[in-house]
């Protein structure tokens, strides 16, 4: 299929600013920033690149149809017309998911039989009525009567790079990992300190991004199971890294999650991750760099009122010891966020496990 259409990578609401710049900088075409995400312009080729190349996206969809639809029958029609042999495999099971909204077809249901018949008589393809990791999810949405086809091109979400095996306690996505260091203007070429590292996930996207590694080479998607013969996109060699990545935590598992996890990742070489708590921090050798962190908030692990001595010695530790760096922390708890004594700015508020968090910046 030798087309261009728009392509939506989806972001958590927030930080859409910071996906658009990721985007712009790997040059896909006509980017423009979306409630949720990103959109650009692009063919099969494209998908498959921001798939294996954007850290910051959640998913990437491929809306790779749109046409009026004013009632059922014009829908199974038009639907029946689409080129679904040059997308879908008959061997590859479908979900079809469609939304109807402020349209003269109204019946979700009604609307999303239509295409499973389209796609069960034109290509065969399984169509399956419960989600499954096997399927291919196809999504339709008819909104002011334009119904617009998209076929999610990603599969599992795409935090998920296939080397965390090991986690702790609310582990931070390595989407919103990589988005919240771009947010406090990390480049790479940077040390880059975590003090409370937990499975190290901060640490290894700075170290990936430095060494220049694909967030999606060590993993499949799901446009792999679609009808098209994708060229493979060149990786590129990892690049020599002069400065290293540093990570502690007070919990011996953390140590041992993180140090396995970034092994796999292919950067254990270049971090190191060492038992200690947050008072005995000591800072690397080299020019000032980059401390970010995601402390307890107490909304899920650890009692609030105990926080706050964590948070203050954590800025008491920085004041005294890391003059000249820059502070990225990540919390919902304003009130602790204050506790350190620094000059924070917060950022907007990010969905993160079902809180609301901020990034916090300051200069030490």
């Given at each position: ?15 859409e ?25 692009g ?11 954007l ?6 969809l ?15 029609k ?41 796609i069960a ?11 499954s ?47 919240f ?6 480049d ?31 993993r ?10 994708l ?15 540093y ?38 050798e ?36 890391f ?31 079902g ?5 916090y910046?300051?200069?030490i």
């Amino acid at each position: 299929m030798d087309q261009t259409f728009e392509i939506f990578a989806s972001a958590p609401p927030g930080l859409e600013p910071f996906l658009l710049a990721e985007v712009q900088e790997a040059g896909f075409g006509t980017p423009a920033q979306v409630p949720g995400g990103v959109t650009f312009q692009g063919g099969w080729a494209e998908v498959a690149r921001a798939n294996r190349e954007l850290r910051g996206a959640g998913r990437v969809l491929a809306r790779f149809a749109a046409f009026r639809v004013m009632h059922l029958a014009q829908l199974d029609k038009r639907a029946r017309k689409l080129d679904w042999a040059a997308l879908l495999r008959p061997d590859v099971p479908v979900r079809v998911e469609v939304t109807c909204r402020n349209s003269k077809i109204y019946h979700d249901r009604a609307a999303r039989q239509r295409v499973e018949t389209a796609i069960a008589e034109t290509v065969g393809a399984p169509v399956l009525k419960e989600a499954s990791d096997e399927a291919l999810k196809i999504m339709v949405r008819i909104e002011d009567d334009l119904a617009v086809f998209s076929v999610d091109t990603s599969g599992d979400p795409l935090h998920r790079r296939g080397y965390k095996q090991q986690v702790g306690k609310a582990p931070m996505r390595e989407t919103l990992a990589s988005m919240f260091l771009r947010a406090c203007g990390y480049d790479g070429t940077e040390t880059v300190v975590d003090p409370m590292c937990g499975s190290g996930t901060f640490l290894i996207e700075a170290a990936e991004i430095a060494a220049g590694l694909a967030p999606g080479r060590a993993r499949g998607f799901a446009f792999d199971k679609l009808a098209l013969d994708l060229p493979s996109t060149a990786l590129g060699e990892r690049r020599d890294v002069a400065h290293r990545f540093y990570g502690s935590d007070r919990d011996d598992g953390a140590i041992r999650s993180s140090t396995a996890n970034a092994e796999r990742a292919g950067v254990g070489d270049l971090c190191s991750f060492t038992r200690a708590a947050v008072s005995d921090l000591m800072r690397p050798e080299g020019p000032p760099g980059l401390v970010i962190v995601n402390p307890p908030y107490g909304a899920r692990i650890g009692n609030r009122k105990l926080l706050f001595a964590l948070y203050g010695s954590l800025g008491a530790v920085l004041k005294d010891r890391f003059g000249g760096w820059r502070l990225g922390m990540v919390t919902s708890d304003g009130g602790l966020a204050k506790a350190t004594g620094l000059a924070l700015t917060a950022g907007p508020p990010v969905s993160f496990g079902g809180l609301q968090v901020k990034l916090y910046q300051a200069r030490i």
